[in-house]
C-alpha cells in the first residue's frame, strides 16, 4: 500500500511539453502535491499554469533560483535541456532537495558521475525521469521472465528486436532543440535509442555486456547531429564459464 499520510511537494524548473504529462502526474499521485513552478520568465510560467489547470495554491516565480530558495519544496523536477542537467542538479541538490531529472541524464558518464557524486555528497535522491520502468506492465514482464517460480515464465532472453520511430517536420530538423548540438548533441541517441538501450539493459538486469557491435548505418544534420541509425547492432553476453549467451540487438530509430 501506498504510505498517503507523507505528502511530497514537488517543484518544476521550466515550461516545456513534458512537464504538462509529469504535472498531471504528480497531481493524480496520492502522496504528492505540485507547490511550485517557475520559468526564466513570470508570464511564461503563469500563461502555463493557466493552461494546464494548476491549482491557484502552486507557487509561480520568475526566476530558477528562487524557487531553490523556497523551503517548502522537497524535490525538484529538471527537464531543461541536457546540457544543463548538470549545472542545475547541482544547484538543486547544494540545497538539500531532491531532484527528479528529465531523461537521458547528461550527455556522457563523466557527467553522470559527477551528479551522482553532487547527491550523495548532499545525501538526497537523484532519479531520472523514466516512466515505463515503473509501468505495471513492466512489473508483469519481469515477472514472466526472471522469476523461476512464475508457472507462465518465459525464461531468459536471448534476442531483442528494438524499433522506436517518430515524425519529423522539415521544421523540427531544422530548428528543435533536438538536432542542435549545443543544445542536445546526442540526437536520436540520447531521445529515442535511449529507449531501444536501456530495455535491452533492463533485460539482461544490467549487466554490461562484453563487446557490442553496430553497424556505421547513421545519418546526420549539417551540424554533425544523428537523426537516424538504422542497421544490426549486437551485444554480446558470452561468458565461458557461465551461461553462453549473445543478445541480437536491431535497432531502428529514426526522427
Known amino acids: 500500500m501506498v504510505d498517503t499520510t507523507k505528502t511530497v511537494r514537488f517543484g518544476i524548473l521550466g515550461c516545456a511539453e513534458i512537464p504538462r504529462k509529469v504535472a498531471r502526474a504528480i497531481d493524480l499521485a496520492p502522496n504528492a502535491t505540485l507547490c511550485t513552478l517557475a520559468s526564466r520568465s513570470k508570464e511564461k510560467a503563469e500563461k502555463f499554469a493557466a493552461e494546464n489547470g494548476f491549482s491557484a495554491s502552486v507557487k ?36 538539500k532537495k531532491h531532484v527528479l531529472v528529465e531523461k537521458p541524464a547528461t550527455l556522457d558518464v563523466a557527467e553522470l558521475d559527477q551528479i551522482l557524486a553532487a547527491v550523495e555528497s548532499n545525501d538526497v535522491q537523484f532519479m531520472d525521469g523514466i516512466m515505463w520502468l515503473h509501468h505495471p506492465r513492466t512489473a508483469h514482464i519481469q515477472q514472466l521472465c526472471f522469476v523461476p517460480s512464475s508457472t507462465k515464465r518465459i525464461g531468459p532472453i536471448h534476442s531483442i528486436h528494438s524499433t522506436t520511430t517518430m515524425p519529423a517536420t522539415p521544421e523540427f530538423l531544422e530548428s528543435n532543440i533536438r538536432v542542435k548540438p549545443e543544445l542536445d548533441g546526442l ?69
Open 60 to 95: 509561480i516565480y520568475g526566476s530558477y533560483d528562487r524557487l531553490l530558495e523556497d523551503p517548502s519544496v522537497d524535490v525538484v523536477y529538471v527537464p531543461l535541456l541536457i546540457s544543463l542537467h548538470v549545472r542545475w542538479v547541482f544547484m538543486v541538490a547544494g540545497r
Open 187 to 255: 540526437g536520436v541517441l540520447g531521445d529515442l535509442a535511449w529507449y531501444c538501450i536501456g530495455a535491452s539493459l533492463w533485460a539482461k538486469g544490467y549487466q554490461l555486456p562484453i563487446t557490442v557491435t553496430a553497424l556505421p548505418d547513421v545519418k546526420r544534420n549539417s551540424a554533425g547531429v544523428i537523426l537516424s541509425r538504422t542497421g544490426h547492432s549486437s551485444i554480446n553476453y558470452t561468458v565461458t564459464t557461465v551461461n553462453h549467451t549473445i543478445v541480437y540487438l536491431k535497432i531502428l530509430n529514426l526522427f
